[in-house]
T-cell receptor
Framework: EDQVTQSPEALRLQEGESSSLNCSYT??????LFWYRQDPGKGPEFLFT???AGEEKEKERLKATLTKKESFLHITAPKPEDSATYLC????????????FGTGTKLQVIP | DTEVTQTPKHLVMGMTNKKSLKCEQH?????MYWYKQKAKKPPELMFV???????INESVPSRFSPECPNSSLLNLHLHALQPEDSALYLC??????????????FGPGTRLTVL
C-alpha cells in the first residue's frame, strides 16, 4: 500500500531561522511528487512538482528536493507569512494511480 | 492563470435539504476532482472526471452525486446528508487526467456544515 509520511508534525521557527520539512514515501514507483501549502480553511496552494530523483525546484524562500525515498522542503530565512500547513502528495507508477497525501507539517514562524 | 473557483464559500444545511456545490475552471483542463477534507486531515479523493466522464468514484455514499455539465464546470449535488459529512469540500483540476501525473490545482473550498 502506498504510504506518505511527513515529519515533523509541527514546527515552530523564529523568523529567519532556516529549516527543512521531510516527506518520506513508500510507493510502487514514483511518477510525481507534489508540495502544497494550505492556510486554515483554504484550499491547498500549489508549490512544486518533482518527477525524478535529483530534481530540485526553488521559489522565493522555498526549495524542494527529491531522492528515491524522500523529499525535502527547505525554508530559508522564513517570515511569519510562511506560516501554514505544508502538504506532500505522491502519484504512484502502478496501482490505482491516484494522488496520496501525507498528513502535513504545520509550520509556525514567530516574529 | 491557474484559478479554480468554488461557490458557495460556506453552506449550512439540514439533513433533509438538497443543495449543490459548484466548481469552475477556465484553464482548459481535462480532469476535475472532488475532495473532502476534515479538520487536521489531508484531502480525501471522492470523484474524478476525465474528459467530462466519471472515471473514479471512491465508494462515496449515494447522498453525494457529482455532475460534469461541460468541460469547465463540476457540480456536487447533496441530499440527505449526515452531520459527519460536515467538512471542507475541495474541487481541483489538472491538465490531463490519471494516469498522467499532472499537477492538480485546487479551489478555495466550500465549508459545509450539516445540522
Amino acid at each position: 500500500e502506498d504510504q506518505v509520511t511527513q515529519s515533523p508534525e509541527a514546527l515552530r521557527l523564529q523568523e529567519g531561522e532556516s529549516s527543512s520539512l521531510n516527506c518520506s514515501y513508500t510507493v510502487s514507483g514514483l511518477r510525481g511528487l507534489f508540495w502544497y501549502r494550505q492556510d486554515p480553511g483554504k484550499g491547498p496552494e500549489f508549490l512544486f512538482t518533482l518527477y525524478s530523483a535529483g530534481e530540485e525546484k526553488e521559489k522565493e524562500r522555498l526549495k524542494a528536493t527529491l531522492t528515491k525515498k524522500e523529499s525535502f522542503l527547505h525554508i530559508t530565512a522564513p517570515k511569519p507569512e510562511d506560516s501554514a500547513t505544508y502538504l506532500c502528495a505522491v502519484f504512484p507508477r502502478g496501482g490505482y494511480q491516484k494522488v496520496t497525501f501525507g498528513t502535513g507539517t504545520k509550520l509556525q514562524v514567530i516574529p | 492563470d491557474t484559478e479554480v473557483t468554488q461557490t458557495p464559500k460556506h453552506l449550512v444545511m439540514g439533513m433533509t435539504n438538497k443543495k449543490s456545490l459548484k466548481c469552475e475552471q477556465h484553464m482548459g483542463h481535462r480532469a476535475m476532482y472532488w475532495y473532502k477534507q476534515k479538520a487536521k486531515k489531508p484531502p480525501e479523493l471522492m470523484f474524478v472526471y476525465s474528459y467530462e466522464k466519471l472515471s473514479i468514484n471512491e465508494s462515496v455514499p449515494s447522498r453525494f452525486s457529482p455532475e460534469c455539465p461541460n468541460s469547465s464546470l463540476l457540480n456536487l449535488h447533496l441530499h440527505a446528508l449526515q452531520p459527519e459529512d460536515s467538512a471542507l469540500y475541495l474541487c481541483a483540476s489538472s491538465q490531463e487526467p490519471p494516469p498522467a501525473p499532472d499537477t492538480q490545482y485546487f479551489g478555495p473550498g466550500t465549508r459545509l456544515t450539516v445540522l
